[in-house]
């Protein structure tokens, strides 16, 4: 199916099933029942982790502690085990750990040093992968809007935390009245992108461009500086909120996010211009205020973002734990108009991100038509709200 045609013609079954739970590991399997509890090293210093440190993965890891299989805390790859002074087991990176900090060393994954990773993630029906994640990247393959529809209107009626994490090619792609429609109505729990989709958002509330574009796509005179005009707008003001507060931003993406209470994080990069009041210029900190989102997620939706949705990516874990203690899949989608940002974000350990090789707006749109099918489907409302503008409030 082209990229862009809608979905799949509902007399066919979709070629990917559904997300299912999976079970925890059998403990009473004879090698796990007899394995060593993991053994823990202190840090010699701030930052600095012993040497044989076991690296994380983003599939479940279990450590044997006192002779009890148990699962950290924040689970993400590339960090280390940390058992603190309260016997709490965490996944922590490197950089957060502090001298005297008990570590877990080991590069075994399968038990023998205390340490299993399930690499089988055993499903309710008894397979020995996820479900949702199975298919190759490749433009040629259909896109299932029905199947994600169903997924972010399940997430929204649980009280899901679906995660959306954007680049500016969904506002220059003219996608950013669907992005509203979202947050407005319920299905982002937060959005995480750079100073420059917040920049050509606010452009196009004050001024009706993006980068000096009009929606035609036309330029305009002295449109190259307008974004710099918008930016300095919000820094005069404050904050987005004040903006937003006093009347400046009226509509968009970054209105619907304050109006409607929906946290946002827009970390910086070198190349940007002003930046915006509420961007977060220091990396490790932006990547902290991401992380308080990721390690809330229960879905992520990764469009049109090559650096922010590897960053993201990495920050996640491959499956999501509810409230009762039992597991799923988290799905995870990509959106871009290359095949390329989907197989280097699979490739940096994010495998099961399930890829949709088409452009922004028509990603958003149709889904946007197919979630609102799936609600008069169900016999549910949009949801739209119609909050009045907060107070002004800090970087987020």
Not at 150 to 155: A, I, K, R
Not at 262 to 268: A, K, N, W
Not at 391 to 396: E, Y
């Amino acid at each position: 199916m082209p990229p862009g045609q809608v979905g799949i013609p509902e007399s066919e079954p979709s070629l990917y099933l559904q997300v299912v739970p999976f079970s925890p590991p059998d403990f009473t399997r004879a090698a796990l029942a007899a394995a060593p509890d993991a053994k823990f090293v202190a840090a010699p210093a701030d930052g600095v982790l012993p040497e044989g440190f076991f690296s994380t993965t983003n599939l479940p890891t279990y450590a044997r502690i006192k002779g009890e299989w148990r699962m950290p805390r924040e689970p993400r790859m590339d960090s280390a085990l940390v058992l603190d002074r309260d016997g709490a087991l965490w996944v922590k990176e490197g950089r957060r750990v502090r001298k005297g900090d008990l570590v877990a060393v080991g590069k075994a994954e399968d038990g023998s040093e205390g340490i299993f990773v399930q690499t089988e993630l055993i499903g309710a029906e008894g397979t020995d992968e996820f479900k949702f994640m199975t298919s190759e990247v490749s433009r040629e393959k259909p896109i299932d809007y029905g199947l994600m529809a169903q997924l972010l209107v399940d997430e929204r009626e649980r009280g899901g935390y679906p995660v959306w994490v954007t680049g500016p090619a969904l506002v220059h792609s003219r996608a950013r009245n669907d992005m509203s429609w979202f947050i407005a109505n319920g299905f982002v729990g937060a959005l995480l992108a750079g100073n420059a989709v917040a920049v050509h958002d606010i452009e196009a509330s004050i001024f009706g461009t993006t980068l000096g574009m009009t929606n035609t796509g036309e330029a305009t005179s002295g449109g190259h500086g307008l974004h710099m005009r918008a930016i300095n707008r919000v820094r005069a003001a404050g904050s987005i909120a004040n903006a937003v507060k006093q009347g400046i931003i009226k509509d968009g993406i970054m209105y619907s996010c304050v109006v409607h209470d929906v946290p946002y994080v827009l970390t910086g990069s070198i190349r940007d211009d002003g930046p915006l009041p509420d961007v977060v210029t220091d990396s490790i900190a932006g990547q902290d205020a991401m992380k308080r989102h990721t390690t809330r997620a229960t879905m992520a939706i990764l469009i049109a973002t090559a650096l922010h949705a590897i960053a993201t990516g990495n920050m996640l874990p491959a499956f999501a734990t509810e409230t009762d203690g039992t597991m799923r899949e988290l799905p995870t989608i990509c959106v871009d108009s290359s095949e390329f940002v989907v197989s280097k974000l699979k490739d940096r350990g994010t495998h099961q991100a399930f890829g949709v090789v088409t452009n922004a707006q028509d990603f958003m749109h149709i889904l946007r038509l197919y979630v609102e099918r799936e609600l008069e489907a169900r016999g549910l409302r949009g949801g739209e709200k119609t909050a009045k503008p907060r107070a002004a409030v800090g970087a987020r």
